[in-house]
T-cell receptor
Framework: GAVVSQHPSRVICKSGTSVKIECRSLDFQATTMFWYRQFPKKSLMLMAT?????????EQGVEKDKFLINHASLTLSTLTVTSAHPEDSSFYIC????????????FGPGTRLTVT | KQEVTQIPAALSVPEGENLVLNCSFT??????LQWFRQDPGKGLTSLLLIQSSQREQTSGRLNASLDKSSGRSTLYIAASQPGDSATYLCAVEVADYKLSFGAGTTVTVRA
């Protein structure tokens, strides 16, 4: 149980375009989902926290207009990188939680974004 | 702001040797500490979770200790195998169920 999927696993897009990444909880209802970004050999950096049906809470330094997060249902959250630039290239990982029932986070397999 | 440090950044050992991975954190006010495994280009797999009131957790060949007062945790992997090769991340849960991660220790177990 507690499986989280991400789609796509890899995506290449051109500068200036937008790309959407999906995060799904397959066998449980996720009241809270988290989006992380990971640079090579660096730690995961929390970008934002999203709760179903409400606006996402962004961490300091994360541009909310650039990284649009939608948590429309208890099993799906999306991250849209708008007007992508090469510096947005990174590994994006989501996690899902049933908070407040449990603090445990279940992680997706990640999405490798390359902006050319 | 919570800072999580993992030393060493990389480790290479021969098969059968025990592994010792270190994690330190600056703020002892944590809810729990977790150890994760990450294979190249993949997501995270949770290995062990230690609540702030606990001193250690064990699962098979893995044992993790937590000393909250000194801000340290150690992950021990007994009798390492080539399949243990991966990056190991520690993370502490701070307020509002947020996780602060270390940069990880990349382990290579040589056959």
């Amino acid at each position: 149980g507690a499986v989280v999927s991400q789609h796509p696993s890899r995506v290449i897009c051109k500068s200036g375009t937008s790309v959407k990444i999906e995060c799904r909880s397959l066998d449980f209802q996720a009241t809270t989902m988290f989006w992380y970004r990971q640079f090579p050999k660096k730690s995961l950096m929390l970008m934002a926290t999203s709760n179903e049906g409400s606006k996402a809470t962004y961490e300091q330094g994360v541009e909310k207009d650039k990284f649009l997060i939608n948590h429309a249902s208890l099993t799906l959250s999306t991250l849209t990188v708008t007007s992508a630039h090469p510096e947005d290239s990174s590994f994006y990982i989501c996690s899902a939680s049933t908070y407040p029932m449990s603090y445990e986070q279940y992680f997706g397999p990640g999405t490798r974004l390359t902006v050319t | 702001k919570q800072e999580v440090t993992q030393i060493p950044a990389a480790l290479s050992v021969p098969e059968g040797e025990n592994l010792v991975l270190n994690c330190s954190f600056t703020d002892s006010a944590i809810y729990n500490l977790q150890w994760f495994r990450q294979d190249p280009g993949k997501g995270l797999t949770s290995l062990l979770l230690i609540q702030s009131s606990q001193r250690e957790q064990t699962s098979g060949r893995l044992n993790a200790s937590l000393d909250k007062s000194s801000g340290r945790s150690t992950l021990y992997i007994a009798a390492s195998q080539p399949g243990d090769s991966a990056t190991y991340l520690c993370a502490v849960e701070v307020a509002d169920y947020k996780l602060s991660f270390g940069a990880g220790t990349t382990v290579t177990v040589r056959a």
